[in-house]
């Protein structure tokens, strides 16, 4: 199979290119760039030296020669792309936002700045998030005309991290607070003042705080699985999203606070000075984790870890795992859920693979079968 | 004046050393070790050479050659030094938990495992955050009998990024989360795995999520604050806290998120997807950042920064500053506090400066007037 | 095919983990830990939670369920269990340096500080440089009885960096300098104050000046390429090699300097202000990148970089390339190579398995196809 | 005092406004930008907030309001403010490479491409290497005509690591090998992908080999200083230099291989595998290290270490030290310096105050007494 990428000079791009070539399905790439037509993948990426070694042509001959068509553009370009690729009757994997909030076309502007250019895509569109929507996925794939809008990074830990809890009722009416912070590579190639090495290393900084444009999508996937809660109001939850950034190349650690349904502290009541831990504590937080790891029983990519092992974005490495680790915080009325993933991969490159993987009924796991190094 | 530093092989007394050296009014030191006795304190630390160069004494003759004593050593270890002190009527710095929780000796005993040795010498005792308690510091010092309890790293942070919103009543009802990381030299001198370079470079990872000693410290600080507020009521809130170890050799930096009285969003409700911060949202901001800087007015070493630039930990490196971003999140109910630290001055070292600067009625800023380097 | 490792419990232990686990014909592991047995691998690295589980047994049982032994042990504990596999035709391939002098115990003695234990075990060990001694590596494994002595990080990057330039005669008389620096976990999984992160990180520091082990290691294979040019006389070079660490968590960048054979500047004569460099400088660089194109040709793992990309040690992390790119210094008069690896992979873990994939008449490239990430 | 700086907002800029702060004989400011006339410094550099805070102005309206100017701009734009300054009897101190070639224009031109603008200026311009030229800096500022051609960052650390064995004829025949790393501050403000963090974090890599425009400056001194030994013949030495660009915000670590004139193996000779250092090694390295230490005696900011201490990047940061150890490598026959700057103080800024302190008869360390923090 010949994989076809528009945009291949962006990290994304690359980070696919690197995937990919190692998956047992792919044959070969139609690599292509709106910008560096004519310029070679090998002398942009010299790490790929030996390797891959192509041109980069335009965006309709790469569609032209490829099965499948991956797009790690800019928002609010690739809707035209998607729309050649659907009529052709391939598969097209969006890493922009274009088709992550389906037909809700006024959140999308509302933060993107721009309408959407063919709007009735989305008929045929679908939110790669596997573990919310591997059916849907499915069903689109099998009519053969399938657009796949891929989750933003910071999206992708936080839902994991908060869907057991919402679709289970663990999670209470309150704010729940996504605290999280990425590596620098998540603000992609193109240098700035912002990601200048003497800038931020050694520092940790947040950013776009209570603006950041992943809130709506975050916002979105707790209230779809807070939905499948039958229990529950139609009601989901509000929240906080917090976005840093880290002195690191990768890596996505979210941390994520939700006020819990059984044990909500009356407000404003202070029972005095906080304790460490008690063995309650440890027994409530033991339950929750075994729901957890039920909700994601059979998931190839969430690892829900054991009692003493705390999820670190380093663990997760150049992986596509998405780490768990649950906690309780305040006597026991929070959940604090920890969720580490590549942003690069689980949060970018490797779910698109998986998503391909999906359609075409591969193994999920082809092409994404590494183990995290240790550092 | 000599100044005495027992514990001046660890990272706190190093630093103790690097600032003191070009304090105006320290002449010269009084090194002293516990256990390396004997060593040469520039062969400890050969970024000392050709500047400090000093073999480590006893404990008991630096006290006897010293004006002013500082403690940097473990928990639990110090009293026998501060009554010593005491009783020579020299003022005792303690950079260790021992001192911060007054005479509540039942949290101190629940979170550090040991009780008090000589419990009455917190009559005497005072904790050193400035900004909450410079009066009493100087009515101690006054007495010529003072013992300082300096805070620890991540509640001096908290605590600044949160005393307005308490000491104003804008902090409604409901639990303040302070999720916060640190630079690995917050560990100490002591290797271990948590610390070693490939275990932590490149990755950002919680540690002891709600288990963390510097809990009751954080809560019992925002309660002192909050009791000033004479319109609320005597609760205050209570916390949860989450440390981080973040891949930098330096700094704090925490995030605090503070539930709003004046605006709170009905349990449950959630007005439909989110959108991007409102004139009102920004004019809201603008207010309670006035009144953050009203109440640091004169304040040397808390910077409350204007609109546009986000706190960031690299940013006060190696000063005594707490700097100060104010935000709103989720549509203008939860007040979002960023606040940087260096951890090993304004958390550690630079405070206990500041400290003595207070108790002998040298300029506050003394010893302590760098500028931060951006890099 | 079940892989035995012995040593697993550290870095390089849980890099061949990592690599084999991906390996097309190893089937499992039997993995055994001298001091740690009945400890899980799992908990000891969570990193490799949910896709390797497994308790440590002893490193009897590990090689009696072996086909193939890996030992990244200690020096100078590992040749009882080479004898072992010896005996039992199962290749050993050990990554400590006692089988790396082959029957200079002379020199192992001198810097290991111990002598050999079997010494006659050396009539079936060969050095395991694959592009020094692939046909040797192939002898041995015909006659079923194979120690490989795995090189050394530093050696390999220096070594692969001025083989062709020994063995075409470019290089003169004179002392070539191997200038290196390894990323911190080339100094093992054992937390010391070398490798605690403050002290590491922001910084740079060489170590063992004049005096590190892999000196005589680097000089032997030197002489050993050299006398493969029947032009140059008997004599080798003489070599001066000094480690840095760099603060980063992986890989090696050798810079190699090579006196000139043919354009050596005579002793003391100093031309003037130095100038940039001339088009004839250019066109000698291009013509020994020939060269070193030519040497290479065929071997999996070398690549030579064009004119205009330099190596850097960040563009082979987690491969086992070894990249190389070929300059001119001092007016032509020397030769300047750049040699980069990931010194867990081409330096330890990576050249293993590649020996392993020799033995075994698998494809070399077996199990090592990753792609180097960019970042 | 008013000190002026043009070009105010570049790293070297900005850390004379840090260290010029705190100079007990500079009582204020006048700060110039080229290109930001008008901007607030603080905005540019949030870090000054609340310490410095002003307007930039023009650099001709900086010039009139100072008693001393610094200018810290590109290469060849600074000739007319060093006119101005030098009609005005105002000190100039300039941080480009414009006045370091004193009248060797050719050399100048060869390497920064433009010929000089204002020639006649040399005749009051000094190389402004205080340990090369302190008389003649107090000389010229004794005619109240003085520009300074502060050094450059790698020839500073290059030049103060080599001169002693220059100068006391301990350099032999041969050439001599400057192998250096910088932080990545070194490549100044402006974003670019060389310097963009994921491109250069945890990565070391080497750049302009044999190309690098401190090559000659480096050549120049290292000539200068030789010509000082009356028994060496009229030719100084030759130079390679390798600059490499190493994961860290400061610092420069300059590994120098200077071949002994005592101890010179025969050409081509080896005398079989290395062994460790012997005795006579360590007692002719002592030797080396009291002439090192005799010929820095009194200089300030020299600070030749011990035996068993190793220089390093990291322990002379934020400090104007230059830290030297001298080791010995190939069996005693080439002497191995290693020696760490700041590339910001020593290598940029500092160099320059202390050029300032020089002119004006300060004490030479006014301003620049701070001790590196060990991380």
């Known amino acids: ?90 598969p097209f994997i969006d890493l922009s936002a274009d088709f992550r909030f389906d037909d809700d076309e006024e959140t999308f502007t509302a933060w993107y700045g721009k309408p959407y250019t063919h709007k009735t895509l989305r008929s045929h569109s679908v939110y790669g998030l596997p573990e919310l929507n591997r059916s849907r996925i499915k069903e689109l794939a099998a009519t053969k005309k399938v657009i796949i809008g891929n989750p933003g990074c910071y999206p992708t830990g936080a839902s994991l991290g908060a869907f057991p809890a919402l679709a289970k009722g663990l999670a209470g009416p309150g704010t729940i607070i996504v605290d999280s912070a990425s590596g620098i590579s998540g603000g992609g190639r193109e240098p700035s003042r912002a990601f200048h090495y003497p800038e931020c290393a050694d520092s940790l900084a947040p950013y776009k705080v209570g603006a950041h444009r992943h809130t709506p999508e975050i916002a979105r996937n707790f209230q779809a699985m807070a939905a499948r809660n039958t229990a529950a109001s139609g009601e989901g939850p509000s929240i906080i999203f917090t976005p840093h950034l880290a002195p690191m190349n990768r890596g996505i650690l979210s941390t994520i606070y939700i006020p819990l349904a059984d044990s909500r502290r009356p407000d404003g009541v202070f029972a005095g000075a906080p304790r460490p831990p008690t063995k309650e504590v440890e027994e409530k937080t033991a339950e929750i984790r075994r729901i957890y790891e039920d909700f994601y029983k059979g998931e190839p990519f969430v690892r829900v870890l054991p009692a003493g092992i705390i999820a670190a974005s380093g663990r997760v490495r150049q992986s596509n795992f998405c780490d768990l680790s649950v906690h309780l915080g305040d006597a026991g009325t929070t959940l604090v859920v920890v969720s580490a993933i590549d942003n690069m991969v689980k949060g970018a490159a490797g779910q698109a693979v998986q998503n391909m993987n999906i359609i075409f009924g591969f193994d999920e796991t082809a092409g994404l079968t590494a183990i995290p190094a240790l550092f």
């Not at 030296?49 to 790690?72: D, H, N, T, Y």
Request: hydrophobic share 50%.
């Open 1 to 90: 199979m010949i994989a076809g990428i528009i945009g291949a000079t962006g990290y994304a791009g690359a980070e696919l290119i690197r995937l990919l070539a190692l998956h047992p399905e792919v044959s070969g790439f139609a690599l292509a760039s709106v910008s560096f037509e004519g310029e070679r993948i090998e002398r942009v990426y010299p790490n790929l030296w030996g390797k891959i070694e192509a041109a980069l042509v335009k965006p309709k001959e790469a569609i032209s020669r490829s099965q499948v068509v991956f797009a790690a553009l800019p928002h609010g370009v690739g809707e035209p792309y998607a729309k050649s690729c659907l009529d052709a009757g391939i």
